[in-house]
């Protein structure tokens, strides 16, 4: 149990760097701990609640970036360039493009639209500041992920 917490607490690397799924690596390692445990542990509902916490994480990382874009302002114009920014940042400068090309598809979709310096900045700045909070939440989730497993890997 003590190994599989160490290589799941490596899914913490995954929730900093942008683009890599650090807790959907984590439920993945706690399934193999199962596997290799034969069920031993683990119940249905301890998996659940993991899966649970993967998908809250997930959802934080889909729409923490769009959420915060659009709380600066943003079109919905600008959240479309915003997601190809994102797709073209991440295959252009991996693992941090993401949060640059969101910015910037955000600030060019604003700046076409005829808003103000001014406005597109702060649209792209809340895309950027949306991200950095679902990070942070990423973080306090994957702590939860660790203590939960190992609180369950214990029973």
Known sequence: MI???IVISLGIVGVVIPAI???PYMLAIALLYEIF???QHLTWIDL???TFVTVVSVATDYFSGM???KYGGASKKALLY???GLFVGLIIFPPFGGMLGLFAGV???ELLNKKTHEQAVKAAAGSLLGSLAGIATNLVLAVLFI?????FALN
């Open 3 to 5: 190994i599989f917490a």
């Open 21 to 23: 799924p650090g807790i």
């Open 37 to 39: 445990d034969k069920f």
């Open 48 to 50: 659940a609640i993991l």
């Open 67 to 69: 959420i915060g874009a």
């Open 82 to 84: 915003g997601i190809i």
């Open 107 to 109: 600030l060019v979709a």
């Open 147 to 151: 203590i939960l497993f190992v609180i």
